[in-house]
Nanobody, 123 residues
Framework: QVQLVESGGGAVQTGGSLRLSCLAS????????IAWFRQAPGREREAVAF????????FYADSVKGRFTFSQEAAKNTIYLQLNSLRPEDTAMYYC??????????????????RGQGTQVTV
């Protein structure tokens, strides 16, 4: 059973930075497709970023493009999301999610079979 554990959240001032981590374990084959979602109280869950880790292809929501960046450290089974130039509207619980297969629709939570518990980001 694949498990995802997020870390790296915290409280920062406007314009600050954080690096979120998503550690994957319990898999026989490393999930290729990773996404980050966020949800703030009273707001709908929003897909923030997507990574096809086989080829390094990425997609970002317009709201974070140019400020958030994926990276990965395969030896540590860890995916990172660098958050720069943070704004108050970035405040949310951030979740990583993973899928074994992908056929489009990266913003749809139903694409992802696995999801972590989340890490809080407060700006």
């Amino acid at each position: 059973q694949v498990q995802l554990v997020e870390s790296g959240g915290g409280a920062v001032q406007t314009g600050g930075s954080l690096r979120l981590s998503c550690l994957a374990s319990g898999y026989t084959r490393r999930p290729y497709y990773i996404a980050w979602f966020r949800q703030a109280p009273g707001r709908e869950r929003e897909a923030v970023a997507f990574l096809d880790s086989r080829f390094g292809h990425t997609f970002y929501a317009d709201s974070v493009k140019g400020r958030f960046t994926f990276s990965q450290e395969a030896a540590k089974n860890t995916i990172y999301l660098q958050l720069n130039s943070l704004r108050p509207e970035d405040t949310a619980m951030y979740y990583c999610a993973a899928a074994d297969y992908y056929d489009g629709g990266w913003r749809d939570p139903r694409v992802y079979k696995y999801r972590g518990q989340g890490t809080q980001v407060t700006v």
